[in-house]
């Protein structure tokens, strides 16, 4: 799981790169282990924290979302292309990390998902920017984010989560030919065009498997009728209005797995990123004041400490979500809109400012402050 420290020491390769910008063409990023490409941030320790009043919900989500920005501005920054290997596990944190930049590739260990409804949170690190722009449609998007369902590699590429698709045998086959092809003073317009070329002699023309998939073109127009609706009791009417069993399933997994007020804050946020002139910039500082309501407040106000009890610390995934499903109505539009008001003037770190390009680098975020642990986890 990702913690703070190791979004600490993505900062510092990132200060890496920065200092040697124009010369540097490729990041690659990838999970260790074998299994992930990252399974998402350590949650369940920012939970204890906040119920002992540490300072880490503030910390850490301040620094994984302005990691987030900078790799998202990478390319435009540097002129270095990241490269993500999605050859496993891909979710949470794992997501912020790896979908910015303009090479995601995925293989058939590839299992994607934003799960955080399960847990009472919601698709932060720029996911409500991303679900709402994927190529196969803003609906789609908040199918994935407000579900939390998990897609594999032929889905990926058709939702425009991933971009290429290369088989796991030839990954390293991948990294070998990123190193031979991004020397150092191949940047900009030239690593991208090497980049292209190196994925597509790793892939061989390979193409992923389609059985079993979630976004059918079937499966699409019922995502599209139903999560095109403006508040979520239109998508509940629209998934109870149709006949068949993917409406059916997906409904009750939101009514057995979902918390109601994050997908209620949830929609809410994804269509904020589609108003016109919103950027990466704004969507993680928006996101960042909804981190910090939803792990620091308990119920009704958030379902966070419930969600993780359930799923992460008593692991018994039975939920009590305050509001339920059945008081939806008092997921009111006040309590929505409170998620998304200026932070208070004592809180521990105030608001994440991310303006220009050079934000939270090693020239401008001073050093990292100590962390103030209370918990005995």
Same mark, same amino acid.
């Given at each position: 799981?990702?913690?703070?420290?190791?979004?600490?020491?993505?900062?510092?390769?990132?200060?890496?790169?920065?200092?040697?910008?124009?010369?540097?063409?490729?990041?690659?990023?990838?999970?260790?282990?074998?299994?992930?490409?990252?399974?998402?941030?350590?949650?369940?320790?920012?939970?204890?924290?906040?119920?002992?009043?540490?300072?880490?919900?503030?910390?850490?989500?301040?620094?994984?979302?302005?990691?987030?920005?900078?790799?998202?501005?990478?390319?435009?920054?540097?002129?270095?292309?990241?490269?993500?290997?999605?050859?496993?596990?891909?979710?949470?944190?794992?997501?912020?990390?790896?979908?910015?930049?303009?090479?995601?590739?995925?293989?058939?260990?590839?299992?994607?998902?934003?799960?955080?409804?399960?847990?009472?949170?919601?698709?932060?690190?720029?996911?409500?920017?991303?679900?709402?722009?994927?190529?196969?449609?803003?609906?789609?998007?908040?199918?994935?984010?407000?579900?939390?369902?998990?897609?594999?590699?032929?889905?990926?590429?058709?939702?425009?989560?991933?971009?290429?698709?290369?088989?796991?045998?030839?990954?390293?086959?991948?990294?070998?030919?990123?190193?031979?092809?991004?020397?150092?003073?191949?940047?900009?317009?030239?690593?991208?065009?090497?980049?292209? #070329?190196? +994925? @597509?002699?790793?892939?061989? %023309? /390979?193409?992923?498997?389609?059985?079993?998939?979630? =976004?059918?073109? !079937?499966?699409? #127009?019922? +995502? @599209?009728?139903?999560?095109? %609706? /403006?508040?979520?009791?239109?998508?509940?009417?629209? =998934?109870?209005? !149709?006949?068949?069993?993917?409406?059916?399933?997906?409904?009750?997994?939101?009514?057995?797995?979902?918390?109601?007020?994050?997908?209620?804050?949830?929609?809410?946020?994804?269509?904020?990123?589609?108003?016109?002139?919103?950027?990466?910039?704004?969507?993680?500082?928006?996101?960042?004041?909804?981190?910090?309501?939803?792990?620091?407040?308990?119920?009704?106000?958030?379902?966070?400490?419930?969600?993780?009890?359930?799923?992460?610390?008593?692991?018994?995934?039975?939920?009590?979500?305050?509001?339920?499903?059945?008081?939806?109505?008092?997921?009111?539009?006040?309590?929505?809109?409170?998620?998304?008001?200026?932070?208070?003037?004592?809180?521990?770190?105030?608001?994440?400012?991310?303006?220009?390009?050079?934000?939270?680098?090693?020239?401008?975020?001073?050093?990292?402050?100590?962390?103030?642990?209370?918990?005995?986890?």
């Amino acid at each position: 799981a990702l913690n703070l420290n190791m979004i600490r020491l993505l900062h510092l390769a990132m200060d890496q790169i920065d200092r040697h910008s124009g010369t540097v063409g490729c990041l690659v990023m990838d999970g260790a282990g074998g299994k992930a490409f990252c399974a998402g941030g350590d949650v369940q320790i920012i939970r204890e924290e906040a119920l002992a009043g540490g300072s880490l919900p503030a910390d850490f989500f301040m620094e994984e979302y302005a990691i987030v920005f900078r790799l998202a501005t990478l390319f435009a920054r540097t002129g270095c292309c990241q490269v993500s290997l999605f050859d496993g596990i891909t979710m949470g944190g794992g997501v912020g990390l790896g979908t910015h930049g303009p090479f995601r590739v995925v293989t058939e260990k590839t299992r994607f998902a934003m799960p955080e409804m399960a847990i009472g949170l919601f698709p932060d690190v720029g996911a409500t920017f991303l679900l709402s722009h994927l190529k196969a449609g803003a609906s789609v998007g908040r199918f994935l984010g407000m579900t939390g369902t998990t897609i594999t590699a032929w889905d990926c590429l058709r939702a425009g989560v991933g971009t290429h698709f290369v088989p796991s045998s030839s990954i390293e086959k991948l990294r070998e030919l990123l190193q031979s092809r991004c020397t150092a003073g191949v940047t900009g317009a030239a690593a991208r065009q090497a980049c292209q #070329a190196a +994925i @597509e002699e790793a892939a061989a %023309g /390979a193409r992923p498997d389609a059985s079993g998939v979630v =976004l059918s073109d !079937e499966n699409l #127009a019922v +995502i @599209e009728r139903c999560f095109s %609706g /403006a508040t979520v009791e239109d998508i509940v009417a629209s =998934l109870r209005q !149709e006949p068949g069993d993917f409406a059916r399933e997906t409904l009750q997994k939101m009514f057995q797995s979902c918390s109601p007020t994050s997908c209620k804050v949830t929609l809410a946020a994804m269509r904020e990123t589609l108003k016109p002139g919103v950027t990466i910039n704004s969507v993680l500082q928006t996101e960042y004041r909804l981190s910090q309501r939803f792990t620091t407040r308990p119920q009704p106000l958030s379902d966070f400490f419930e969600g993780i009890r359930a799923v992460l610390v008593d692991k018994d995934r039975k939920q009590k979500w305050n509001p339920s499903w059945d008081r939806l109505e008092e997921v009111t539009e006040e309590k929505v809109a409170a998620f998304f008001s200026p932070m208070e003037a004592n809180h521990l770190r105030g608001e994440l400012i991310l303006d220009g390009e050079l934000a939270f680098s090693e020239s401008t975020r001073g050093p990292f402050p100590e962390v103030t642990i209370k918990s005995k986890l």
